[in-house]
């Protein structure tokens, strides 16, 4: 399988979802800190997604 670099938007939006979840998990956030573990594992989908599909 051939693997891409994904675009800029989309690594940005990875990384925010994934420190987002990470503060949230550290810091009490109201509805957030909730889904703290879920908001890092779609940072990680969403990284993983965009490598192996070209133009994302």
């Known amino acids: 399988?051939?693997?891409n670099a994904p675009k800029s938007i989309t690594w940005i939006i990875a990384v925010?979802?994934?420190a987002l979840g990470?503060?949230?998990?550290?810091v009490m956030?109201?509805?957030v800190s909730a889904y703290?573990?879920?908001l890092v594992m779609a940072g990680?989908?969403?990284?993983?997604v965009a490598t192996a599909?070209?133009?994302l």
């Open 36 to 38: 703290a573990g879920y």
């Open 44 to 48: 990680f989908v969403i990284l993983a």
């Open 29 to 31: 956030i109201p509805t």
């Open 16 to 18: 925010v979802l994934g």
């Open 53 to 55: 599909v070209k133009g």
């Open 22 to 26: 990470i503060l949230a998990s550290f």
């Open 1 to 3: 399988m051939k693997t």
